[in-house]
């Protein structure tokens, strides 16, 4: 079974920068698709980057421009490097692996996720 564990919260200050990482454990070969997202209060998770198998990459919300999404050849790992952080951007990030022929934003297809990683961004 596919396992996500998310690191590389915490607490930054607006304008500084922090890398997360997603460790993917277990078969992973089928899950095409590979995301971070974000979850406030209140809110539905929404996406912030999607990355493919043959790294295809999509950004979406305010953090675009200002975070960047990759992965290992193996895909062991998926990284989110945040930059310029501003006090929005605050909230539990999770990672979610998926399948389809393209990847999206839909939440259905994603089948694997991980238990989130806090990210506070203070003023």
């Known amino acids: 079974q596919v396992q996500l564990v998310e690191s590389g919260g915490g607490s930054v200050q607006a304008g500084g920068s922090l890398t997360l990482s997603c460790a993917i454990s277990?078969?992973?070969?089928?899950?095409?698709?590979m995301g971070w997202f974000r979850q406030v209060p209140g809110q539905e998770r929404q996406g912030v980057a999607l990355i493919s198998h043959d790294n295809t990459r999509i950004y979406s919300g305010p953090l675009t421009g200002r975070v960047t999404i990759s992965q290992d050849n193996a895909r062991s790992v998926i990284n989110l490097e945040m930059e310029r952080l501003k006090v929005d951007d605050s909230g539990m990030y999770y990672c979610a692996a998926g399948r389809g022929r393209t990847c999206t934003w839909h939440l259905t297809m994603y089948d694997t996720w991980g238990q989130g990683t806090q990210v506070t961004v203070s003023s």
């Open positions: 277990g078969d992973s070969s089928s899950r095409n698709c």
